[in-house]
């Protein structure tokens, strides 16, 4: 399997990335966002950073590099785009995911670990992490607050389209539990069609069990066997 | 010629910096203050002999597209001489 690794400047978890997806056994490669094809591969990663010095608005930028158009085409015709923390926030700004994020509501940085309930586990991102327990992963962020409208939050609930939610050990997602005051403690959602998501945490960030967690490789765990299922039905 | 956008965060959208500007104008000694909300301001040079219809066209299509986030922000244009 063959990862593109979008590189943006300013683009500061594209190495962390690579890494991630070499560790969970996939190949993978840094794709320049001057580039307007992909090349040859399997799924993307947008991954975290300060692409474009988050100007104007976080990811606002990153949307108009060549590349975007490229990672377009590629969701169109249902190739697996996962984007983490910027990448979360330049998959809003392109349309391909719903919502916006926004400043924290504490207006701080926040970086800690954080507790993830799976709340759809039917999916190629989220079918390896953890069932008995909430997944360890951290988050890195100033502009996390996830905000979509009342009638965008129903049906993304009513589909299934939330993937993560900020909770506590016991996998409570509770009001305490929720760093930068996403509604609904929305930590990562995903498209309609399923083969796009983004979450604001770090899986790449958790992919070893040196660095607290492995429970971030499983969402590469997952992409990859969701690849192969579909390699096997071809 | 100059365009002028100003980019409010929506009614509805959680403005902790807002709040958090009301805050000080109380310690201030500000009374009466019952709502900040901060935004963005935009100004945009054109050159002369723009047509502005076609402009005010244009920069609404761009405000609307890349410079403010409908999902968050709502924005008002107005292009002066």
């Known amino acids: 399997m063959r990862f593109a690794i979008l590189q943006f400047p300013a683009s500061n ?3 962390d990335c690579l890494h991630a997806v ?3 056994g996939a190949q993978g490669r840094f794709v320049w966002h001057k580039e307007t094809s992909l090349g040859d591969v399997d799924a993307v990663v947008v991954p975290g950073g300060f692409s474009y010095g988050d100007y104007l608005r976080c990811g ?4 108009f590099s060549p590349v975007m158009q490229a990672v377009k085409r590629f969701a169109d015709d249902g190739g697996l785009v ?14 391909l995911l719903p919502g916006a994020l926004i400043r924290n509501r504490d207006l701080r940085f926040h970086c800690e670990q954080v ?4 709340v759809n586990p039917a999916t190629p991102f989220t079918s390896a992490l953890p069932k008995d327990r909430p997944s360890l992963m951290p ?3 100033g ?4 905000f979509a409208d009342a009638e965008t939050l129903a049906g993304l609930q009513s589909r299934g389209q939330i993937l993560w939610q900020y909770c506590d050990a016991s996998g409570a997602t509770t009001e305490s539990a929720n760093p930068n005051g996403s509604l609904l403690n929305i930590a990562g959602i995903a498209n309609e069609r399923f083969n796009v998501a983004g979450l604001m945490p770090h899986p790449d960030r958790a992919a070893e069990s040196v660095l607290g967690s492995e429970d971030g490789l499983r969402v590469f765990e997952g992409m990859i066997a969701a690849l192969g299922a579909r390699r096997a039905v071809a | 010629m100059k365009a002028k956008i100003i980019i409010t965060p929506k009614k509805a959208v959680l403005d902790p910096q807002g709040k958090t500007v009301q805050n000080a104008l109380e310690h201030m000694g500000h009374t009466g203050v019952t709502g900040v909300h901060v935004g963005k301001y935009l100004e945009i040079d054109l050159a002369p002999g723009t047509d502005k219809a076609a402009a005010t066209q244009a920069l609404d299509d761009a405000a609307r597209r890349f410079l403010s986030n409908p999902v968050i922000e709502d924005y008002h244009l107005e292009i002066v001489d």
């Open chain 1, 13 to 15: 978890c594209d190495q």
């Open chain 1, 22 to 24: 070499r560790v969970a």
């Open chain 1, 60 to 63: 606002a930028i990153a949307r």
């Open chain 1, 82 to 95: 996962l984007g983490i923390c910027n990448g979360f926030q330049i998959l809003c700004e392109a349309g």
């Open chain 1, 115 to 118: 507790f993830l309930k799976t």
């Open chain 1, 139 to 141: 988050i890195a962020h």
């Open chain 1, 143 to 146: 502009e996390g607050c996830y």
